[in-house]
């Protein structure tokens, strides 16, 4: 599925922008673990898992359209 072309320059943006919304659910993974650490209520603990386990779900959603992207333009 090539594009058979190069990117446009709003292209390159939201290939930038895809790397940086993938980071950014990679942070929020690592600072709701750190809470659930942290947490010594069992309820409070849950709901920070809980929040971790929802941003790897958009990091994985996010990944599965970035490599598709990626294929598109032939940048593997």
């Known amino acids: 599925m ?3 072309r190069p990117m446009t320059d709003k292209e390159k943006q939201l ?3 895809f790397r940086h919304a993938i980071e950014k659910e990679r942070e929020a993974q690592g600072e709701y673990g750190e809470m659930a650490v942290l947490s010594e209520d069992p309820e409070i603990r849950a709901i920070f898992e809980q929040f971790q386990g929802e941003e ?3 990091e994985q959603a996010l990944l599965r359209v970035y490599r598709d992207f990626k294929v598109r ?3 593997e």
């Open 15 to 17: 290939f930038k922008a």
């Open 73 to 75: 333009f032939s940048l």
């Open 2 to 4: 090539s594009a058979n």
């Open 56 to 58: 790897a779900k958009h």
